[in-house]
Nanobody, 122 residues
Framework: QVQVVESGGGLVQAGGSLRLSCAAS????????MGWFRQAPGKEREFVAA????????YYRDSVTGRFTISRDNAKNTVYLQMNSLKPEDTAVYYC???????????????WGQGTQVTVSS
C-alpha cells in the first residue's frame, strides 16, 4: 500500500496561488489513482480533484474547475495541486489520497496523508 505526505500549504491572500505537493512511497505509485480532498472546520471532507495513473484524465469539483490543476510525475512519485485565483472559501485542510479508481467519496480511497492547511484571507 502506498503512503503519502502532503506539503505546500500556507497563508495566501484572495486571488493568490499555492502549489501543493504529495510525495508517495511505494514502487507501485504509477498504478494508483491519486486525488485531493479538503475539509473545512465543521464540514465534511469533500472531493477536490483526481488524476488517473497516466495523467491524461483529470476530474474536478465544479467550484475549482478552471482555477485548480492536478498533475502527477510518476518518475518522482509525486502529485501536485496548483491552485490559482484562491478564494476565502477554499480555506481548509487539504488531503492527498491514493486509490484504485476514481471516486468522490472519501470512504472509497485507501491511503491518506496527514493534511496541509491552506488559509485564504480576504
Amino acid at each position: 500500500q502506498v503512503q503519502v505526505v502532503e506539503s505546500g500549504g500556507g497563508l495566501v491572500q484572495a486571488g493568490g496561488s499555492l502549489r501543493l505537493s504529495c510525495a508517495a512511497s511505494g514502487r507501485t505509485f504509477s498504478s494508483y489513482v491519486m486525488g485531493w480532498f479538503r475539509q473545512a472546520p465543521g464540514k465534511e471532507r469533500e472531493f477536490v480533484a483526481a488524476i488517473r495513473w497516466s495523467g491524461a484524465t483529470t476530474y474536478y469539483r465544479d467550484s475549482v474547475t478552471g482555477r485548480f490543476t492536478i498533475s502527477r510525475d510518476n518518475a518522482k512519485n509525486t502529485v501536485y495541486l496548483q491552485m490559482n485565483s484562491l478564494k476565502p472559501e477554499d480555506t481548509a485542510v487539504y488531503y492527498c489520497a491514493a486509490g484504485s479508481s476514481i471516486a468522490t467519496l472519501p470512504k472509497d480511497w485507501g491511503s491518506w496523508g496527514q493534511g496541509t492547511q491552506v488559509t485564504v484571507s480576504s
